[in-house]
């Protein structure tokens, strides 16, 4: 497999337990994703240690600051060789345009969160913000396309409508995957691969699922082989980082 759609969630708390765990993994099965934890435990070193041993990198860091902030710490994630990157849509406009011209398309993917799925309705009251979560999340992902990002991270759930508003060459990233059987964890509404799949997304992003099974690598082949026949949106842009 030379493009692979999983994303494997790397959400362990230090460098060892990830690069023991790495070490399982083929980079040709799957990409992998640093978020908050690891990345605030470990550092951008373990970031170059991981792309070095072949995979791509998503670095999930949110971005969400004034425009020239953002934009150098999208450099800075550009330099480490990161295959994709996410900034806070709602930093807005400005925001946006910077990390784009920072990040200029065709180099490392940038793609922006939208509401973060953990927000309800009362929770949009709560900061001002006007409308059902769909419509909000709707709204955002055309402002990022607006200013050029190559896609968003979304719920699986919401990618089928997010597919017909933004067109086939938006990238949808989603997590909240289970394999059918698999435990939902604090996930509420989920999907399996096959159906994220279905409904539009372009990458899963899947953490526990894999990072606890017994033999990871033969889950993800499992995985694998299960969306392999499901090539119903084309990936926006075929091309791997040089890394992989
Ligand atoms: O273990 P699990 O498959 O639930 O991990 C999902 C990963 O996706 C975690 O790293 C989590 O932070 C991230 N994520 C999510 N829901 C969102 C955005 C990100 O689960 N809405």
Same mark, same amino acid.
């Given at each position: 497999m030379?493009?692979?759609?999983?994303i494997v969630a790397?959400?362990?708390p230090?460098?060892?337990? @990830?690069?023991s765990f790495?070490? +399982?993994?083929?980079?040709t099965?799957?990409? *992998?994703k640093?978020?908050?934890?690891?990345?605030?435990?470990?550092?951008?070193?373990?970031?170059e240690k991981i792309?070095?041993?072949?995979? /791509?990198?998503?670095l999930?860091?949110?971005f969400?600051?004034?425009?020239? =902030?953002?934009? $150098?710490?999208?450099?800075?994630?550009?330099?480490?060789g990161?295959w994709?990157? $996410?900034?806070?849509?709602?930093?807005?406009r400005?925001?946006?345009?910077? @990390?784009r011209?920072? !990040?200029?398309?065709g180099?490392? +993917?940038l793609?922006? !969160?939208t509401?973060?799925t953990s927000?309800e309705h009362?929770?949009?009251?709560d *900061?001002?913000?006007?409308?059902?979560? %769909?419509?909000? !999340?709707?709204?955002?992902?055309?402002?990022? %396309? /607006?200013?050029?990002?190559?896609?968003v *991270?979304?719920?699986?759930?919401?990618?089928a409508e997010?597919r017909?508003?933004?067109?086939?060459r938006f990238?949808?990233? =989603?997590?909240?995957?289970?394999p059918?059987?698999?435990?939902? /964890?604090e %996930? +509420?509404?989920?999907?399996?691969?096959r %159906?994220a799949?279905?409904?539009?997304? $372009?990458?899963l992003?899947?953490g526990?699922?894999?990072?606890?099974?017994?033999?990871? @690598?033969?889950l993800?082949?499992?995985?694998?082989q299960?969306?392999a026949?499901v090539?119903?949106t084309?990936?926006? /842009?075929?091309t791997?980082?040089?890394?992989a």
């Amino acid at each position: 497999m030379s493009d692979p759609r999983i994303i494997v969630a790397l959400d362990f708390p230090d460098a060892e337990e @990830a690069i023991s765990f790495t070490a +399982k993994l083929d980079p040709t099965e799957c990409r *992998v994703k640093v978020g908050k934890e690891l990345f605030t435990a470990a550092g951008p070193r373990l970031v170059e240690k991981i792309i070095g041993r072949g995979f /791509d990198v998503f670095l999930d860091l949110k971005f969400h600051d004034i425009p020239s =902030t953002v934009a $150098n710490a999208c450099k800075a994630a550009a330099r480490l060789g990161v295959w994709m990157m $996410n900034v806070h849509a709602l930093g807005g406009r400005k925001m946006l345009h910077a @990390a784009r011209e920072a !990040v200029p398309t065709g180099s490392a +993917k940038l793609i922006a !969160v939208t509401l973060l799925t953990s927000m309800e309705h009362s929770d949009l009251d709560d *900061v001002g913000l006007k409308g059902e979560p %769909q419509d909000v !999340v709707r709204r955002l992902a055309m402002l990022a %396309q /607006d200013c050029g990002l190559d896609g968003v *991270v979304s719920s699986a759930l919401e990618a089928a409508e997010l597919r017909k508003a933004m067109g086939e060459r938006f990238c949808l990233v =989603t997590p909240g995957i289970r394999p059918a059987g698999a435990s939902l /964890d604090e %996930q +509420k509404r989920v999907t399996t691969p096959r %159906q994220a799949i279905i409904n539009g997304s $372009n990458y899963l992003v899947i953490g526990r699922p894999i990072t606890q099974a017994s033999d990871p @690598a033969s889950l993800l082949r499992r995985l694998n082989q299960e969306i392999a026949g499901v090539e119903i949106t084309p990936l926006p /842009d075929r091309t791997r980082n040089d890394h992989a």
